[in-house]
């Protein structure tokens, strides 16, 4: 079930004694379940080897007796949406103990083997199996696992883990003290266990969560860090739920529903009802219309969000806007984006109205001009129109140019000034601002060059170019831009880096919209800033011009250093598996406008910037109250800039990208 305004909500029941199943599903499905949770195997039937009298001795032979149901009962369509499996729990235990002798390894391995081979052969599309209580118990089990996880199969492994370790739950009941106040050793950290299992079975992307709700929840923190998995179902036992009234409605606890709506917001999650019913009467409806309300009752998606759904997580090449030119398709999701050109548009009216009164003369400059404003990688005229606007709500005329090096935006632009009134006085360029000369000096630069990382696509080397056409007085937008990183933990975007088959893939940084993705530390920090007019750059303008120089051709600026290097420290509250880091930048227009998707202070309502993630070739393993050590580097030379980073400690990593052999971005 499914809204506009929300994601899909995905409802299953586990049946826990099933002797029609056929029946069985067909109740679920009309009482609005999706699929049913279901034993694999039937429990009144038989299996392994039985025995035959040949001759005058006694002989095992291999009979297939029948030990499940028939695959005939339901059609291979309904078995592959709307039957998950569950194994039998007996061969778990058997299999972890450290109790069972080598013969009932032997026979919980074959019947591990048996089921899980069931399973493909009807083509559930998925079997779900509990976590190990220990971390010995995950040895044998990964060992399974990794040899089940076949690529040919559909069938997915959900791992049923439990939010809060059973022996937690006793020792807190036992103790009446809170689960969140309990010093957790690996084994008792189901998350510890869970994350031993997943890296021996290599980041499998077919081993996947099954989270099961608790009566007791862990710290926040530890709950968030589950945020950053990949979530593939979620369990909900009936004994977790309260009465809610006089009726003995059931409910939810607060904090568990709390979840449960971020939860609601991650894209993919099935929920399964689980447990007899505690009610009067024994239905299990109430559960269900009150699990159907809940996610009626959760926070709806914004617009924007509705808007950024087919970017969750996808990860994209960064542009490269001095390499290449922008398609048209580019340009339209950009503009498409109207809150970053009303900011753009409140830089340049502020900036005008303290261009116009320092003038000291309404209206006039210096010589009685208008204020020059020019804005430099124009692409179809969003920010031109921005710049317009400004003018408008002035009430006093500026010379306005439009340049770009892009020869199919001034088709756009251009035919904008034979339809649009508005265009007439806009001077068009087709230059790179680097070696453009220009008629005159400008009043204020506007550009709009800025990457997912601030400087990620080259503005500083193209803007340190164009500042040679400022006015002493003149002003730049931006004014400054920093960048920003913090550690993150995302199995999804992992093997999705992964799934591209390269060591090289690893090397590159991606533009994505993060989602399902925990920040591990509390805010992000800061690796540079940038500013323009970059101040050795005007000092130089500025004296060639006392000089006598008119215009400065680009051979003449001191060469500016664009290096960059940081050392951070983060310190990670939870143990936890860093996967890469993610970027952001904050800049500062002009005065106190700012454009930004820093967390904290990210511009409302746009998306003309999705965040940057710089990849791990390996995760780092991080244990809790403990600092991630990362070093990044920005690199160039006379053709390219690139990015190298890498982690020194609690574990050092390789320099990822030396060299820029992966990526780069072109001058």
Not at 38 to 66: C, M, W, Y
Not at 131 to 160: D, K, M, Y
Not at 283 to 300: D, E, G, N, T, V
Not at 385 to 413: Q, S
Request: glycine content about 6%; aromatic content about 10%.
């Amino acid at each position: 079930m499914s809204r506009g305004d929300s994601l899909p909500f995905v409802l299953g029941l586990e049946l826990n004694s099933v002797p029609d199943l056929r029946a069985a599903l067909d109740a679920a499905l009309d009482e609005s379940y999706d699929f049913v949770v279901t034993p694999l195997v039937h429990p009144r039937f038989q299996r392994g080897e039985s025995t035959r009298l040949e001759g005058d001795r006694l002989a095992a032979v291999t009979e297939i007796h029948p030990w499940t149901r028939s695959d005939l009962l339901l059609t291979s369509s309904e078995w592959s949406s709307s039957v998950v499996g569950r194994l039998s729990g007996w061969i778990e235990e058997q299999l972890c103990s450290n109790q069972s002798n080598p013969d009932q390894k032997k026979s919980a391995t074959a019947a591990f083997k048996q089921e899980v081979g069931w399973a493909g052969h009807v083509g559930m599309p998925a079997v779900i199996i509990s976590l190990p209580s220990t971390q010995s118990g995950v040895v044998p089990i990964s060992h399974l696992l990794s040899s089940a996880l076949n690529p040919n199969s559909r069938t997915q492994f959900w791992v049923q883990t439990p939010l809060v370790h059973h022996r937690v739950l006793m020792r807190s009941f036992q103790a009446d003290a809170d689960v969140a106040d309990h010093i957790l050793s690996k084994d008792d950290d189901t998350w510890e266990i869970w994350n031993k299992l997943r890296l021996m079975c290599a980041h499998n992307p077919k081993l996947m969560l099954c989270l099961e709700l608790t009566e007791d929840l862990p710290s926040a923190d530890e709950l968030n860090r589950w945020l950053g998995e990949q979530v593939r179902s979620v369990i909900i036992p009936t004994r977790i739920f309260q009465s809610s009234d006089a009726r003995g409605a059931p409910k939810l606890p607060a904090v568990h529903e709390q979840f449960l709506f971020k939860m609601f917001q991650m894209r993919g999650v099935q929920y399964v009802l689980s447990g007899n019913s505690l009610l009067e009467g024994g239905s299990m409806a109430p559960y269900h219309f009150a699990l159907l309300q809940l996610h009626r009752a959760a926070p709806k998606l914004s617009q924007q969000q509705i808007y950024e759904q087919s970017y969750w997580d996808v990860l994209q090449m960064p542009l490269q806007p001095l390499m290449d030119n922008l398609e048209s398709s580019t340009y339209e999701t950009f503009e498409y984006d109207g809150a970053k050109y009303l900011v753009y548009e409140e830089a340049i009216f502020r900036a005008l109205q303290d261009k116009f009164a320092a003038a000291g003369t309404a209206g006039e400059q210096e010589g009685g001009l208008e204020p020059v404003v020019m804005i430099v990688g124009a692409g179809r005229g969003g920010i031109v129109e921005a710049a317009m606007r400004a003018e408008e709500r002035i009430g006093k005329k500026i010379r306005l140019y439009a340049l770009d090096k892009n020869p199919h935006a001034l088709v756009t632009m251009r035919t904008k000034q034979q339809f649009d009134a508005r265009w007439a006085q806009v001077h068009i360029i087709h230059s790179d601002m680097r070696a453009w000369q220009a008629p005159e000096l400008c009043d204020i630069l506007v550009s709009e060059m800025l990457g997912s990382f601030g400087d990620n696509e080259l503005s500083p080397e193209c803007l340190h170019g164009a500042e040679r056409f400022m006015k002493p007085d003149g002003v730049s937008i931006p004014k400054w831009y920093k960048a920003y990183l913090a550690p993150v933990t995302s199995p999804r975007l992992y093997n999705a880096v992964a799934a591209m088959g390269q060591t090289s893939a690893f090397e590159s940084p991606y533009v994505v919209r993060l989602h399902n993705v925990h920040v591990l530390s509390a805010e992000p920090q800061e690796c540079w800033t940038f500013e323009h007019p970059e101040p050795q750059n005007r000092a130089n303008c500025d004296r060639q011009r006392a000089a006598g120089s008119g215009w400065i051709p680009p051979a003449a600026l001191d060469a500016i250093d664009n290096n960059r290097h940081c050392s951070l420290k983060f310190r990670i509250p939870v143990s936890a598996l860093v996967h890469g880091f993610a970027g952001y930048f904050d800049c500062c227009l002009y005065g106190d406008v700012h454009v930004s998707i820093h967390p904290q202070n990210h511009t409302p309502n746009m998306s003309s910037w999705f965040e940057i993630f710089f990849p791990l070739r390996d995760p780092v393993y991080v244990a809790a109250d403990q600092d991630v050590d990362l070093d990044v580097w920005r690199v160039c030379s006379s053709v390219k800039v690139w990015y190298e980073w890498a982690v020194s400690n609690p574990t050092p990593s390789p320099i990822h990208n030396p060299n820029g052999r992966s990526y780069w971005v072109g001058l």
